[in-house]
């Protein structure tokens, strides 16, 4: 007994070793057990908890209805209609989510085209996020799906409105279009609650005014199955509609001016004189905004942009054209300002004037004779208007044309406005690194040279005179209304500048540019309406110089090296209501080519305001 205990008494210390071990290890484990079982149920209580959520419950977006769009009478331009959407939760679908897709647009006879790429890198990136596949599904394609709908888990379809413009390219170019929002646009700050995918304005009025027309989306929380079918719903936001906007562009107008220029390439501007409205602007060629409701593919997107016809320049803001003899009279305000020229005295024209060891060519080569400021202007004589402008200079121009509104932006509420370019000596030594060379004063003082304006301008420029020189700024935007009756923009047209001119100088130019039109040696009888006096001046604009095809009939030029045609004038000239600029791209003399066009839309807006009692001074809906 004595050495057994001996024996235990020696191992004593190393039982005890060991079972304070494997307490250690017990304890150690539980504790590790303690942890983990803390960080999955209080740590990481939230994560687990919302991904079960999301598993079970779902928020089903509810797209708000974007504003409506309407010209002045209440016309609408720009509405939306529904449309059956197709979209699929990635997580819910099965797990060949490829040719899960390909067998729906099977199933529907639809390509799916760019979809397939993106629902496999929005699949990895936000698999319970919903991506749209398919858009504006007929009914028979609804149809068609209802009765396969358990073959494709986790795909939904809903209504959802769709962009509508009824009158197709009517006015593209000023009401403009929606399209998917870019990166950019989502990171700029500025669609404040928009998210991927989702269609906000992104050209013309349906740009500049999105902030109004987009309204603020609601959704629905439902309950689904494992498959993601909807079983209870839970809740409901409603979505909330955007504002209306109301334009100043009358519609009749518009698609009068847009026929008259019908296929040619060019623009057209029509003004309310008293307020600065625009009350129709076209753009040629133009494009369908209902195309782009529906998410335009890659590859149509950039046939748009390669079309060497450019449908989306808005050209009557951001063309920019060299105004030929339309110029005249601002060179005209700037001789008479500057004191340089007696408006009685004769200049003699024989088809030409030698300035500088050079030749410069009158449009008429047998010359106009005697001529004074008004027969210059009347029958649009270069040699007049060559010796007016150097003896004003270069200076005097610029000077007098920045005072009328050109060479910088007028602030019609579009995006992309071009300034044009009044140059001056500084100009042309920061650009070019040369000197002004006088001759190129001679050039500009007829609308030639660096000297280009757009549309826009031009028409601002005779609203200008017919103002007596009283400048404003255009704009297309009148009320913009909520859905619940609240006026929440309204443009005030009182703002103006004073170009300063004196009232003798228009008593000099306004009575010339009647002549231009109804003296019957003017240059643009074209445009010439009894019982309507119409003021204006033509303009003939060349592209290039074009020596090797002097002497050619227009129709022997090739087009591209053709003139372009101007004309602008005002109406009635005794009390101003509208003024109108329109440019045909190489259509040759303005007289034959722009003034006829003036002549109709005048014809059609006097023939309006006659028979409905249209006044163009009465703030939008308040029309007949």
Known sequence: MSSISKSVREQLPLMEKKLAVTVGLVVLGFLFLLGDFWRLQVLLYGKYLNLSDNNRIRLVEMLATRGIIRDRN???LADSTPNYQLSVMPVDMNPDRKAEIIKLGSLLGRDPGDV?????????????????????????????????????????????PRRFYPYGSTASH????????????????????????????????EKVYDRYLRGRDGGRQVEVDARGREINVLGITAPVPGADLTTTIDIRLQKELEDAIGDNHGAGVLLNIRTGEVLAMVSRPGFDPNEFSLRLTRQRWEEILKDPNHPLQTRAIRGVYPPGSTFKVVTAVAALMTGTLDPDKDVTCKGGFYYGGRLYHDWKRGGHGNVNLYKGIVESCDVYFYQAGEKTGIEGLSKWAFALGLGRKTGIDLPGESAGLIPTPQWKRSVHDVPWFPGETLSASIGQGYVLVTPIQMANLFATIARRGIIKAPYLAEVIVSADGEELYRKDPSASLNSKVSPDVWDRIIPALVGAVNDPKGTAHAARIPGFTVAGKTGTAQVVRLKDWEGKKPEEIPLELRDHGWFAAFAPAEDPEVAVAVVVEHGGHGSSSAAPIVGRILRKYREIMVKSGYDAAKPPGEGT
Do not use: H
């Open 74 to 76: 209440g016309t609408i």
């Open 116 to 160: 397939l790429d993106r629902l496999l890198t929005e699949a990895r990136r936000a698999p319970y996020r919903a991506i749209i596949i398919f858009e504006n599904l007929d009914y028979r394609e609804v149809a068609l799906f209802e009765t396969r709908r358990d073959s494709f888990p986790g795909t939904i379809l809903k209504p959802v």
């Open 174 to 205: 000023l009401l403009g279009y929606i399209g998917e929002i870019s990166s950019a646009q989502l990171a700029s700050g500025k669609y404040q609650g928009a998210r991927r995918e989702d269609m906000v304005g992104k050209f013309g009025l």
